[in-house]
């Protein structure tokens, strides 16, 4: 489970990872961090990020490519709130050490906290990855209430960071519309199976999407999807000839998503992003965070509207619908008890 939060107003298995240290980082970034950027790293103001559950293999793995300028920018200084439970504190502060060792440039400060007051205290953006996993034998509603608490307990702390600050607009509770959840690593890998079954890269496959929950009853659309092909685009469809595949097997990250927020998305194309679904053109009930077809211009997101959608299409999205809707119901009931 991931949730996304950022400042800017936006309209409508566990894998083991080494930090690389000091060495590596200077070869690496030798030619891209000249002393001009360095000066242009210090006069610019850092933003406040926080990334909760960062003690976690996931956070780990995430952090330094925070820290060194590929969510943010290669100019812009990041100072990283660390926030997990209070048994995390020692795995929180050798996380400190590694990324300190790393001698990042763009990497003002970081702070290791377990309070969530402390954590979202003058944030910029939020990346929620600390949740409880699913384990054997735990049922979905299970899950679900175990997980309602956590992200209670951090949007109220959200909440209320926002009413105190002098940073902010004042307002009751933050816009809907400033809260995003991923669906991006379901949309490359959607991308990542049209371009090998074309035979191209990845980077050759634009305008697929994921329709509604980050579950098995989520909908890989390639209907409105390109491929090009020998510098020829072309219909995902026309490209893939295998209309079976594409309504079978085909249809049974964390960085892009962000990176998208902050700098948009090409013109022309647009990705996957569950987002409110106030005012929707698909027929969605309003009241989800659902995943739509999404264009990102200066920190804004537009919903992609008015594409066709066929028969085929309108029955997966009405299904991931239904079940997103079970799922709101039973986190308002876990809500209210």
Known sequence: MCLLFSRCRLSAPRTEVTLPCSPTLSRENRHVTPKHLHLLAKMADPIRVVVTGAAGQIAYSLLYSIAKGDVFGKEQPITLILLDIPPMLPVLEGVVMELQDCALPLLREVIPTDKVEVGFKDIDA????????????????????????????????????????DRLQICSVHPKENFSCLTRLDHNRASSQVAMRCG??????????????????????????????????????????????????????????????????????????????????????????????????????????????????????????????????????????
């Open 126 to 165: 939020a990346i929620l990855v600390g949740s409880m996993p699913r384990k054997e034998g735990m049922e979905r509603k299970d899950l679900l209430k175990a997980n309602v608490a956590i992200f209670k307990t951090q949007g109220s702390a959200l909440d209320n960071e926002h009413q105190l600050s």
């Open 200 to 337: 191209v890269s990845a980077d050759k496959v634009k305008n697929v999407i994921i329709w509604g929950n980050h579950s098995s009853s989520q909908y890989p659309d390639v209907h409105h999807a390109k491929v090009t092909v020998k510098g020829v685009e072309k219909d995902a469809y026309d490209a893939v000839k295998d209309e079976a595949w594409l309504r079978g097997d085909f249809i049974s990250a964390i960085c892009d998503h962000m990176r998208d927020i902050w700098f948009g998305t090409k013109d022309g194309e647009f990705i996957s992003m569950g987002v409110y679904a106030g005012g929707n053109s698909y027929g969605i009930p309003e009241d989800l965070i659902y995943s739509f077809p999404i264009e990102i211009k200066n920190k804004t997101w537009k919903m992609v509207g008015g594409l066709p959608i066929n028969d085929f299409s309108r029955a997966k999205m009405d299904a991931t619908a239904a079940e997103l809707v079970e799922e709101r119901d039973t986190a308002m009931d876990f809500l209210s008890q």
